[in-house]
């Protein structure tokens, strides 16, 4: 099975810096897509940024030219460098990979297990 660790998050002030990485461990055939998501308390879960297969980058409007999404395809890793913290930006953040496991099967998504960003105002 596929599986996927998250790791850097952490407890920062407002216009600190943090860097989540996520690295996929399994037998992966092809990724086909890399994606950040974040929940915080009460509200629903939503896309941060994600990388698609040929590279393309994709933000929300929240975390435009403060959050920067990159990848290390030879490693199966993902990383989400984010400067310029706000509050607001509190949340569980959850890696996503769309991955096949084999030529003729269909993606599927895995999900990381969370790692809690917390920005003090």
């Known amino acids: 099975q596929v599986q996927l660790v998250e790791s850097g998050g952490g407890l920062v002030q407002a216009g600190g810096s943090l860097r989540l990485s996520c690295a996929a461990s399994g037998s992966i055939f092809s990724i086909n897509a890399m994606g950040w998501y974040r929940q915080a308390p009460g509200e629903q879960r939503e896309l941060v940024a994600d990388i698609t297969r040929g590279g393309s980058t994709n933000y929300a409007d929240s975390v435009k030219g403060r959050f920067t999404i990159s990848r290390d395809t030879a490693r199966n890793t993902v990383y989400l460098q984010m400067n310029s913290l706000k509050p607001e930006d509190t949340a569980v953040y959850y890696c996503?990979?769309?991955?096949?496991?084999?030529?003729?099967?269909?993606?599927?998504?895995?999900w990381g297990q969370g790692t809690l960003v917390t920005v003090s105002s």
């Open positions: 996503n990979f769309r991955v096949t496991t084999g030529r003729w099967s269909s993606y599927l998504e895995v």
